[in-house]
């Protein structure tokens, strides 16, 4: 096990640029949000002051809206498409225009209440507490513009499962004439066979290309576009953020924050159970332009979990884990592989990914499930002792795939170790 965690913290250290750190050299050489936050977590086992820097660095680009993106172009590296040049947002230091799951919220918590140098993550806490808090104001305002509780995304990007199987029918509305023309960069370090098709890219450009039109205007943008998706796990991160910030802002003495971010996650958590599905037996993506749920059985269903959601909830999605755990060798796949579409290899509609086994395990050990997340740990501990530290892997052969010595796998290795280590 030792060796497992010196190898996870030789990977974050060779991934980090000094006050942020990438995913993987090559295939993706900026800072990515929701990855950042999650590898803070790895981090702060061996450096608590580099841990608060690295979520320190993503919102000192936040926008001045509230909204965090989902990538900052810390310096020029051509070597990935979309470019800032595409995305054209009009910062100084460039960003992307859309955003990505909020796990901030969380990970600063989680930070805080481990912290052992307690006068630097008073200070950090204090100061990234209100920024946490417009990010999830923004969310609300501006992607939940009839008051519902959830939020959408507007792009499947946003939503950290790129390709899931559970945008396959929204996105036909999504035309691609007008899309200019593009290089990949993603096929040239990683599989072709391994990542998004073609058609798919089109599409996610014909999005980027019309949010610009909108000179990235977030009073415009949920409106104007045709693909508004309601993500239970992306709502269900976001609003385990606005409940560990509540309870943070009490920590520190700030109840008015408390209290809002108190009603916020009770309203989501209350409409999440319009997305529930009895046929699944877990939560499905809504699609907002049809008002109508998508039925496609993908873990984002399960992510939702990560959210304080009802006891029987909790309970049933820790049985449709266990239900899985006997159709693959390594959990969690990221859609059901006996579903139509299930492709073992291909990025988010079929592979197991340690960030995600992260979220559905730690939920379901908040809401006592504790034999099914400790099941969860287990088996990603196993992958990596097998396959090493890649971005995600086919659940049924182990086989790693996508880029290598990722960040973000390692930190959760250490995670789930130090969680095992503490029984
Ligand atoms: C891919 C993933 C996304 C992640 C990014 C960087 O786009 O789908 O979730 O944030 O890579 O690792």
Redesign the pocket.
């Known amino acids: 096990m030792q060796t497992l965690v010196q190898n996870a913290s030789d990977i974050l250290r060779e991934n980090d640029l000094g006050t942020y750190t990438v ?1 993987t050299h090559g295939l ?1 050489p900026f800072q ?1 949000n ?2 950042s936050c999650l590898t803070a977590l790895g981090q702060a086992h061996f450096d608590e002051a580099r841990a608060w820097r690295e979520i320190e660095t993503l919102l000192a680009h936040q926008w001045e809206d509230g909204m965090v993106p989902h990538i900052i172009f810390h310096k020029e590296d051509d070597g990935y498409f979309p470019g800032p040049d595409v995305w054209a947002t009009g910062r100084d230091v460039p960003t992307s225009g859309i955003t ?1 799951p909020a796990v901030a919220g969380f990970a600063i918590k989680r930070l805080f209440d481990r912290a052992k140098d307690k006068e630097l993550a008073a200070k950090m806490a204090r100061t990234l507490l209100p920024k946490v808090f417009a990010w999830h104001e923004w969310f609300f305002a501006n992607r939940d513009p009839e008051g519902t509780g959830l939020v959408a995304i507007l792009h499947p ?1 946003e939503s ?3 390709n899931s199987i559970d945008w396959d029918d929204a996105f036909e509305r999504v035309p691609t004439e007008g899309v200019l023309p593009f290089t990949r960069r993603d096929t040239q370090h990683a599989n072709p066979e391994h990542r998004p098709t073609q058609a798919q890219y089109e599409r996610y450009i014909w999005l980027v290309q019309l949010f610009r039109s909108l000179n990235w205007d977030n009073a415009k943008l949920h409106d104007a576009s045709p693909f508004q998706v309601v993500d239970p796990g992306f709502n269900g991160i976001l609003l385990r953020s606005c409940m560990d910030l509540a309870d943070l802002a009490d920590a520190l003495g700030d109840t008015d924050t408390a209290a809002k971010s108190r009603a916020q996650a009770a309203k989501g958590i209350a409409a999440m159970e319009s997305l529930w599905s009895d046929k699944h037996g877990q939560y499905l993506c809504q699609d907002r332009r049809l008002d109508q749920l998508i039925d496609s059985p993908s873990v984002g269903g399960l992510i939702a979990g990560f959210a304080p959601i009802p006891a029987e909830r909790a309970k049933a999605l820790a049985d449709k884990v266990t239900e899985m755990a006997d159709k693959v060798s390594y959990l969690v796949p990221s859609h059901d592989p006996d579903a139509p579409d299930y492709d073992g290899k291909r990025y ?1 509609r079929g592979p197991a990914w340690l960030i995600v086994n992260y979220l559905i395990s730690d939920g379901l050990r908040r809401a006592g499930q504790i034999e099914v997340a400790n099941r969860i740990a287990t088996s990603s501990v196993q992958l990596i002792e097998k396959s090493g530290f890649a971005e995600y892997y086919d659940p049924k052969t182990g086989e790693p795939c996508g880029g290598t010595r990722f960040t ?1 796998t390692a930190a959760m290795v250490i995670e789930f170790i130090a969680q095992s280590e503490k029984g």
Do not use: A, I
């Open positions: 995913p993706y990515w929701w990855d990505q990007w950290g499962r790129d988010w973000w």
